[in-house]
């Protein structure tokens, strides 16, 4: 008798099975396998693109490594003395100062506005549905379009805006220019620029929204200021917080609209802590400063995060 196969009279051999302590493959265990060899490329990549150059930075931040001095490229003799060099530099706390301003401002109204505009556009009207795509142009547009945009804008001799100013009999200064407005022009820009994008995710939120909430609110007798307040906004307390969470973190990379509209200027009345960075690293070549400044960001972010995160709760909806 054989376990293995069985022969018939034509001469064709037949499977039987596999044999006592024969190995059974598993097909789920199979199906990961695959999942993980068609990830690899992927992470080779994400390896050379992002992990490589963060641990470089990292190492960078501890050597006084300057491009005028080659001999500084991994002198780690004083480790923390670019660290050190943070806490006594006035002009980079300076830069944090108006970091803090321009990330409250723009995400706060970013948030408001997003949320109010999604709210109108969330009502079924084909007009408004029309206007949907309309509302996403700032957004898709490369972010050096936007800061040019905003340069016309903000320019008095060739600005649209100043034309109709000084038609109606008002003198509008140029706002990029003036200490006063500066910091105000990249905000109003910025928010320009992505309030629709808080607008898309709270948008995709409330069309999710279930219908029973809403017509359990309204046979309750709720108005449409009690049901926003107390159906809408519990159910998008996490997309809410999510979205913040991005806007505050890409706030922190608000280089294009600085760099083409003010530089910094006028001072460093709107100079953020990462244009302070690409300063230190590319004006005066003091790589490792400007790598102890960026990991002194990083760190400040996370932290930031971690405590908004823990501070409001992901949230859930309403039950």
Known sequence: MTTQAETSQSGVTVSAGPGPGARVRDPALNRERFYWYCLWPAFIVLIIVTLLPTIYLFLTSFTPLDLTRPETSWDFSHPFAQYVSIWEDSRLHNSMWVQLKLSF?????????????????????????????????????????VAIIWKVLYTP??????????????????????????????IIA????????????????????????????????????????YVTFPYLKGVLLVAALFRLVDSIKAFPLIYILTDGGPGTLTEVTNFYSFIQAFNFSYLGYSSAITVTLVVATVIASWGIIRLVGWGKPIE
């Open 105 to 145: 401002w723009t995400v706060s109204i970013q948030m408001l506005l997003g949320f109010l505009f999604a709210l109108l556009l969330n009502i079924n009207s084909k007009v408004l549905e029309a206007l949907r795509t309309i509302f996403l142009i700032p957004m898709v547009l490369p972010p050096i379009v």
């Open 157 to 186: 001799d060739i600005s649209p805006f100043h034309w109709a100013t000084e038609g109606l009999g008002f003198v509008v200064p140029s706002l990029i220019t003036s200490p006063d407005w500066a910091l105000t022009a990249i």
């Open 190 to 229: 910025d928010i320009w620029e992505w309030f629709p994008f808080v607008m898309l995710m709270i948008l995709s939120a409330l069309q999710m929204m279930p219908e029973e909430y809403v017509e359990a609110a309204r046979i309750d007798g709720a108005n449409v200021f009690q049901m926003t307040l």
